[in-house]
T-cell receptor, first 114, second 113 residues
Framework: KQEVTQIPAALSVPEGENLVLNCSFT??????LQWFRQDPGKGLTSLLL?????REQTSGRLNASLDKSSGRSTLYIAASQPGDSATYLC?????????????FGTGTRLKVLA | GAGVSQTPSNKVTEKGKYVELRCDPI?????LYWYRQSLGQGPEFLIY????????DSGLPNDRFFAVRPEGSVSTLKIQRTERGDSAVYLC???????????FGEGSWLTVV
């Protein structure tokens, strides 16, 4: 059974810092991995999607890497801003049993202090 | 519409009542997902539709939960004999194909009292 873990569970940093959020998954036979952002009381917004054949994806100040064989992904946020404060979730699609759905981690709650 | 639309946005119901939650996906998206999210947790998978059929309903917690998508677009999640433990945010998402970028609605906040 695919399990997704995110570390740390919460993070508070001063504005301007570069930071790394971690995601690990137990079954490496995935199709892709997505990183999402969720603001309080809102739905999820997709930030980056990495296909299983890719090593990384970049969008603005965000960079996500994928090491499929070791079951890990990281989301790098450069020059953090207070507007980046949100919960960040990773989700993997697929697994050895042919699972055809996204399995989510519990998220990292980020607070960027002005 | 431009995004995934869910109604109602908030629903308060009494224990034992029947509830329907509606999802209108992005036009043309064949894949539709229902998730449930409790406070401080990640979304928990409930059911996945490809077109009109439920391709995977392994996440439905018990037979009080049922979902349909009769014409391959709008979907309804139905909960019978609601219990207080059913209180959560119910999220709907759609994508062009299963293993693709998925787009979430704002969710339906269900409170069972």
């Amino acid at each position: 059974k695919q399990e997704v873990t995110q570390i740390p569970a919460a993070l508070s940093v001063p504005e301007g810092e570069n930071l790394v959020l971690n995601c690990s998954f137990t079954d490496s036979a995935i199709y892709n991995l997505q990183w999402f952002r969720q603001d309080p009381g809102k739905g999820l917004t997709s930030l980056l999607l990495i296909q299983s054949s890719q090593r990384e994806q970049t969008s603005g100040r965000l960079n996500a890497s994928l090491d499929k064989s070791s079951g890990r992904s990281t989301l790098y946020i450069a020059a953090s801003q207070p507007g980046d404060s949100a919960t960040y979730l990773c989700a993997v699609f697929g697994g050895s049993s042919g699972t055809y759905k996204y399995i989510f981690g519990t998220g990292t709650r980020l607070k960027v202090l002005a | 519409g431009a995004g995934v639309s869910q109604t109602p946005s908030n629903k308060v119901t009494e224990k034992g009542k029947y509830v329907e939650l509606r999802c209108d996906p992005i036009s043309g998206h064949t894949a539709l997902y229902w998730y449930r999210q409790s406070l401080g947790q990640g979304p928990e998978f409930l059911i996945y539709f490809q077109g009109t059929g439920a391709a995977d309903d392994s996440g439905l917690p018990n037979d009080r939960f049922f979902a349909v998508r009769p014409e391959g677009s709008v979907s309804t999640l139905k909960i019978q004999r609601t219990e207080r433990g059913d209180s959560a945010v119910y999220l709907c998402a759609s994508s062009q194909a299963g293993a693709d970028t998925i787009y979430f609605g704002e969710g339906s906040w269900l409170t069972v009292v």
